[in-house]
């Protein structure tokens, strides 16, 4: 395997909930609380999970977009959350995100040529006509005809504005693009061309991406390796065919579970999960999950399971697969 | 086989909602103009104000008396075809006045206005920008200022500075800075949240482009529209204050001021009212249209 180019230790981000007149602090939601991952150059990793686990908080953390109340961040091999934020504005160069909202995340009285134009001015590449160029250049790559330049955000559809926003990520020649659900805000006709434009571009460029999204057919199309979160952790962390094929968590399983097959002769066992998510801010003793697990155990309600390496590359956190747990159940 | 699947891709893109055969950038502003356009009476307010500009630039062609020239002679006449809007209790000619006037109250309306933008904004944009405590402070003072009844306060400001036109204009401007900064806060406080705001962040912006280049020139439109509506009421509170005599001085023809001066002779030469009153009415009224139809154009979700 390759380099690692971005690897993620402990990393925590607490919001802190406040009340009273004066705004005094009454709790903390812990958005993300303890993930760690690498990503290694030129892959994909995706990160699913269901709303509010976290996933999105993780990606804006990793950039820090929001500055993660704990934590490590290195990317390339250098500790991104001690620079300064000169420092990190200049680093932002080669590390991009891709937003959900294609209508939010353009500035709407702003011409694409500016939009695309800016992050090259900021870094100060080119100059006022090579930048023009370029700006050409990668709305070509993206897809999109060279007249678009002159014109602005709201003259363009979903999918279009999309391909917009990921030719702003890119025209900078990043390492590193976080997704942040790249493709949920688009219909499903459009979500395939995005998918497969952002496809093409990782291979011509050799780009590095951080998928997040909660459609998990989505993630495993352009993964090569795929997180699950829940509840602000990170459950369970495989290859790509290793973690659709041999899911280990029993969150994990569920998930899959729910992913609709299109052979309707083709019996499907489904776990259904009973409950809701539990709140954030008061996240369940012990596992996350054990309030919702079917195989809970009573040792999930106690200890935090540490997510370790289970077999070669696949990670859990999860009692089931502690060596000491199993020989105790077997012994029931 | 790459450029096949270039093309792929591609095709689907000129959808076909939009028929692109010319390439027209359309920006938001020109789409509100004409959406302007459509609004009928933002047109009428709008000639109504054009008219009494050029009225106020063409003053002095058009008038046939001068400004203060008395005639005891023709004292309170009736509007005839050598006085249109007849004279005053000392004869002078009240169509002169007015049209005089009109360069007053206009003129007092666009300073007030651009100063109370002015600072306004500024101190909004730094409130909004900076929040924590810095908010607070400039929050509270608007509040303060907003808690008084706005003539009162500017009646409170003249009475210190003492009772001129220029005072006066100084006092609309500051009643009405804490206008333009709440709007102006709040509009910014919401464009901090906005996703292309924190794209910009994710470019490597620094914060002081982010703050040109992206939050101001998104919160421009209210400003806008604040403006026009603000420009009628500073021209009706200087005819406020003109009228209690805190404003312009007699032989001044601000309207506020005819109209006082011209109180007691409301019943035997009614015109000496009539025409002050309803020029003021009537540029209030075109300003407030032109307001209303902007905000209609700039702000289509205020739209019902």
Redesign the interface.
Known sequence: MSKPLLEVKGLKKYFDVTGGVFSKKVGEVKAVDDVSFTVYEKEVLGIVGESGCGKSTTG?AL?R?TEPTEGEVKFAGKDIISLSDEEM?????DM??I?Q?PY????????IEKILG??LL??GIGSKKERREKVERILEIV???G?AA???P??F?G??RQ?I?IA?ALI?NPKLIVCDEPVSALDVSIQS?IL??ME?LQEEFGLTYVFIAHDLSVVRHISDRVGVMYLGRMVELADNEELYENPMHPYTRSLLSAVPDPDPDKITERVILEGDVPSPSNPPSGCAFHTRCPEAMDICKQVRPEFTEKSVNHFVACHLYDDDVKDRSQIK | METVKKQETKQPMQGPEKPQKKVESISPWKEAYWQLRKNKLAIVGLCIVLFFILIAALAPFITTHTVSGMNAADRLTGPSSDYWFGTDYSGRDIFTRIVYGAQISLIVGFFAVTGAMFFGSLLGIVAGYYGRWVDMLISRVFDIMLAFPSILLAIAIVAMLGPSLQNALIAIAIINIPIFGRLVRSKVISIRQEEYILAAKAQGMKSSRILIHHVLPNSTAPIIVQATLGFGVAILEAAALGFLGLGAQAPTPEWGRMLSDSRQYIQSAPWTVLFPGLSIMLVVLGFNMIGDGLRDALDPKMKS
């Open positions: 804006k950039l977009l504005r200049k680093m932002r160069r991009q995100i937003f909202d939010a995340s353009l500035n709407p009285r702003h011409k800016e992050p900021v870094h897809g999109l005809p007249e002159q014109r602005y709201h003259q559809s999918g279009q391909r926003g702003r900078v061309q497969n434009l093409d």
